[in-house]
């Protein structure tokens, strides 16, 4: 079973280094990315955040782990509802919300697991949505073209990098 665990982790770190390899770029070097682009994007990372932690609230036993997980499903509903209300403002319509090629991978990942295994693969995991969400959040708050969305990176940004530290410690 610790082979299981073991290669669970291994994979997803392999999946996910391609997306960490392309966020590690600073946000000041980020190109701007239009409303809607970033919208999207945002979604799709929150959408992300609150599948993999309903995932993980099935089967984790470790405290430390299920706090995190329902702390990302309040903290992500609420970024959500956020950028909507911001992408109205700026005249965007948000589209519904879809997982990206990367992280449907990676909540299928989370599927196969169980127990230890899926907490360690969702640890993992969120430390590389979370390096790729704050890159987009700094990214659109210093590049972004529309007010009322760059206010509300602005307003994330903090959020998703003390999640980033939170889960460094775990």
Not at 130 to 156: C, D, E
Request: glycine share 2%.
């Amino acid at each position: 079973m610790k082979a299981l665990s073991s290669f669970a982790v291994a994979a997803t770190v392999l999946i996910a280094s391609p997306v960490m390899a392309q966020t590690m770029a600073s946000p000041a070097m980020a190109q701007a990315v239009a409303p809607r682009d970033y919208v999207a994007k945002a979604g799709a990372s929150d959408l992300y955040e609150r599948t993999s932690s309903k995932l993980v609230l099935e089967t984790t036993r470790d405290a430390k782990v299920r706090q995190f997980a329902q702390m990302m499903i309040k903290d992500h509903t609420k970024s959500t509802n956020d950028v909507k209300t911001a992408a109205k403002q700026s005249s965007v319509t948000p589209p519904p919300p879809m997982l990206e090629p990367d992280q449907s991978q990676m909540v299928a990942e989370l599927r196969k697991t169980r127990g230890v295994a899926r907490d360690q693969a969702y640890i993992a995991q969120q430390k590389v949505a979370h390096q790729k969400a704050l890159a987009l959040h700094q990214g659109y708050a210093q590049a972004g073209t529309a007010a009322p969305l760059k206010a509300v990176a602005a307003q994330t940004a903090p959020v998703v990098q003390h999640h980033l530290e939170m889960l460094n410690g775990m």
